[in-house]
Structure formats: structure tokens, C-alpha cells
């Protein structure tokens, strides 16, 4: 963790909670040391250890900088295997995607979406992992879509993007974008002929970053990475 995150201004960090055992079994403080902290979506905070007991860590904390900023970029994704979303979504928040978008798409598996992952709520924990790795506090909203069509409609975006090594020319790389953007991703059996058409009729530009046919998991973060690093953000 490079920043604990919290949802309001802490007193009391119950001897129980994952980030007490984190601040004193990995990070070893006492009291008096201070720690790096934060508000979901909000400001830093500076934390000093107050006191240590049996019921937990007593702290006071000081307010610094917002560091809920996130970049004018969406990641729409079709639904894919739950192990690799994970890690898609852990890695999406740390890069400082603004916006996921989670669709059912032709092709993948509808199944997906009946996941743990979504039910027991646990996307939204690895959002928050995904956050304190970044050292940022800001924690991106996530939409689902029951299909592609619903997903395309609500996108807004100056620039959309369609990621596929069936139809796409050029290169993400070497596109010029500014402005808002959004990357549409598919799943591991690709988009269908169907969903292809309805992204070109609704403005998205087809578009590969190499020959290489990517896992959806690493075609995710590197594209995101690329696409920030064209739209000179990173």
C-alpha cells in the first residue's frame, strides 16, 4: 500500500481491519509515527499514531493536497473470465482510468456476470487496492451494460476507439488523441461482425496496436498505458 485509504477522517483503526495489520506488521510503526493516508475520492491525510491498544490504532490525522484525479479516459470492456477482470481492474485504477465500463458481449461468456466477483460486491475492494498501489485516492466509477448496444449509447467521449486485430489499421500508437476517450476491449473470442458494425455506425475508429493478438488482461492495461502516453498524460 502507498497510501491507506479511508472513507471518513479516522479516530480509531479496529485492531482487526486488513490496513491496521498492514500499518503495524509490514509497515512496524509505533506510536508517535505517522503514516501516509487518504479519503476515497478526496484529499491526503497525514496520520500520526496516538496510542496503540487491544481494541486498535488511535490516530489524528491532518488534511493535505486532493488527490482524487483521474484521467478523461473509459475503458469499455467486455466481461471476461473473473481471475482476469481482477486483475484488469486492479491495474486499470492504478493507471488512473476514469471511467470502466462492463458490458455482456456476443461472444464472450453471459455467465460472467453472475460472478462473485460483482455479487459479494469484491470488484469494489480491488478498486480500492488498485487506488492505494497508485498513491492516489481516486477510485473510478463502474457502469454495466447488458450489451454492447446499451454501452455504445451511453458513451460520450470526443474520441472511441476500437481495439480489434480484425478490422483495425492503425496503429493506437501513432494516433493522435486529446480531448476525452474512450477504448473499446473485447473478449477472448473477439467482438462479433455484428457488434463491429454498430461501433463503426456510432463513430469509433477501428484500430490494432501491433500483430500480436493480445490476452484481453494484458491488451488492457497496455492499451491504457499507450493511450495515455498519446494523449500525453503520462
Known sequence: MNII??????????????????????????KGDRFRAGLING??????????????IFV????GDDLSHLFPLTLMLAEVRPISMRRILREAVSLGVGHI??????????SYRDAGLYKSGEYKKILIDGAMQSGF??????????????????????????????????????????GSVTIAIG??????????NVMLKN?????????????TETAAVTATAMALSVMDLI
Do not use: Q, Y
Request: glycine share 6%; with cysteine; aromatic share 4%.
Open 5 to 30: 485509504l479511508f472513507e471518513n477522517i479516522p479516530s480509531l483503526i479496529p485492531i482487526g481491519d486488513e490496513r491496521a495489520k498492514h500499518i503495524l506488521s509490514v509497515l512496524r510503526m509505533k
Open 43 to 56: 484529499r491526503e491525510l497525514i496520520c500520526t499514531i496516538e496510542d496503540i491498544t487491544d481494541d486498535g
Open 60 to 63: 489524528s490525522s491532518a488534511e
Open 101 to 110: 465500463m462492463l458490458l455482456i458481449s456476443d461472444l464472450g461468456e453471459k
Open 137 to 178: 485516492t481516486g477510485i473510478p466509477p463502474v457502469s454495466f451494460f447488458s450489451s454492447l448496444d446499451d454501452a455504445v449509447k451511453a458513451v460520450a467521449s470526443d474520441s472511441r476507439i476500437l481495439l480489434d486485430n480484425v478490422i483495425g489499421r492503425e496503429r493506437l500508437s501513432k494516433m493522435r488523441l486529446s
Open 187 to 196: 473478449p477472448e473470442r473477439g467482438w462479433s461482425e455484428r457488434e463491429r
Open 203 to 215: 463513430g469509433f475508429i477501428p484500430a490494432l496496436m501491433g500483430n500480436r493478438i493480445l490476452r
